[in-house]
């Protein structure tokens, strides 16, 4: 399966959890111009316009981060807790990730006005308190193994200081911990951030 990409955006959640997972992957990247590595429209691809996007060898794509991660998680068998109520807080997780503090980084990717920053890191700040309430003193954001959720919540702590907004000690902990992951290292490597 091909993992289209963007060198350290979220499709970097993805990434990691593929390589958590076991599968194997190609890396196709696109330019700001939105044409792929191998030299394709990317909005042929994806018309939404955005990464990540997974292609499956069947010519399927599939879009959004939650559902990607989901397909990765049950395509290898791992990820997702045993437990189906874990198994709710992580799509719970994910879900408040995606829709409560990944838009609320734009203002910081593109520069809005200051008025709306302050307003996005208002709520961000709200978002990693609940969630570092959630982690509490464990290692993972559900239950005692690594999720397809500390996947994401990996991307989402990683580029919190753009917003400015402080993590609360748990997160920041949290963050060093998965940066420490050989799955992490190997994928910020291959994006050429190492
Ligand atoms: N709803 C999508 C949003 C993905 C998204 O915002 N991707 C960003 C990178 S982190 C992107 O491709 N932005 C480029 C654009 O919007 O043109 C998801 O959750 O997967």
Known sequence: MNLIYYPGACS????????????SYRLISINHGKKTQDGRDFLSINPKGYIPALELEDG????????????????????????RL????????????????????????????????????????????ILADQMGDRTF???????????????????????????PDRLRRSLDRMRALPSVIQALAEEGLG
Request: net charge negative; proline share 6%; glycine share 4%.
């Open 60 to 83: 399927t794509v599939l879009t959004e981060n939650q559902v990607i991660l989901n397909y990765i998680a049950e395509t290898s068998g791992r990820l997702l807790p045993e437990d």
């Open 86 to 129: 874990l198994r709710w807080r992580v799509l719970e997780a994910l879900a408040f990730m995606s829709s409560e503090i990944h838009p609320r980084y734009q203002p910081f990717f593109r520069d809005f006005p200051e008025p709306e920053k302050a307003r996005a890191r208002e709520k961000l700040a709200q978002a990693f308190a």
């Open 141 to 167: 954001l559900v239950g005692d193994e690594l999720t397809i959720a500390d996947c994401y919540l990996f991307w989402v702590l990683m580029v919190a200081p753009r917003s400015g907004v402080e993590l």
């Open 12 to 23: 970097l959640a993805d990434h990691i959890a593929l390589i958590e997972a076991g599968l």
